[in-house]
């Protein structure tokens, strides 16, 4: 029997991404669709009560908005507070899921050993490089076995519970999360594909983003702070 997931979707100044985002996931099947915004101060928040009035009639899935401070580990933290779902799977707010997504997460947790997992990703973007990277980026998840974000994580809610959900961090929370996720079972590397936004790489350029990743993923392994990291990282909406 297929149990409830609970889609979780982080926002932080999201205006251009969170209807298209919400349009299409809302039409997957999933029990419920909780965006948590962390101080959006474009019209995210506008955009998010308008489309969950114009849908409370409709068939598709409910969505509910809450709030939390900024961060995305702490409002994945919050949206898996207010979920309902005996699954959680954590989406951002540019990324699509294919549309069997709910029946391919019922089918692996079907398999009481596995715990959770994460999908193959690609972009949006027609560029020569996105092929690339995103094959690079599915290769070293099914390598490791860790995951990022971008890659749509799912987990049962007794795990997520049992871990004490993602550790409070400004950067790497996907890393460190799928890192201590192993550890409680069997994971999932989907073949099955989101597609995301290629804006960063877009705007800052794919070789230098590309090498902006390596070093920070480089200097997290060796131990340096996530707060060091994360003002090098930047924002890009």
Not at 24 to 43: K, P, Q, R
Not at 98 to 109: C, M, N, R
Not at 119 to 139: A, R, Y
Not at 140 to 157: C, E, I, K, N, Y
Request: glycine fraction near 8%; aromatic fraction near 10%; proline fraction near 5%.
């Amino acid at each position: 029997m297929a149990m409830p997931i609970s889609v979780i979707i982080p926002t932080l100044n999201e205006e251009r991404a969170i209807t298209p985002t919400l349009a299409h996931t809302a039409t997957l099947g999933f029990d419920e669709l909780i965006v948590v915004d962390g101080g959006s101060t474009d019209t995210t928040p506008a955009r998010l009560e308008s489309y969950r009035l114009n849908m409370q009639s409709s068939a598709l899935s409910p969505v509910y908005w809450v709030t939390a401070p900024p961060g995305r580990a702490r409002q994945m933290n919050e949206g898996a507070k207010a979920g309902r779902g005996e699954v959680f799977l954590f989406l951002h707010a540019d990324t699509q899921l294919p549309q069997d997504a709910k029946a391919v997460i019922d089918t692996v947790l079907a398999d009481q050993q596995m715990v959770g997992g994460r999908f193959d990703v690609q972009f949006d973007h027609p560029s020569m490089w996105g092929p690339m990277i995103s094959k690079t980026m599915n290769w070293r998840s099914r390598m490791s076995g860790l995951a990022t974000g971008d890659q749509a994580l799912f987990v049962r809610r007794s795990v997520f519970e049992q871990m004490g959900g993602f550790t409070d961090m400004p950067l790497m929370e996907d890393i460190e999360f799928s890192r201590r996720l192993k550890r409680k079972g069997r994971t999932a590397a989907l073949t099955a594909t989101v597609t995301t936004s290629f804006r960063r790489w877009e705007q800052q350029g794919p070789l230098r983003t590309i090498f902006l990743m390596g070093t920070l993923r480089f200097l997290y392994w060796v131990g340096m702070s996530p707060h060091t990291l994360s003002r090098w990282y930047g924002s890009v909406r």
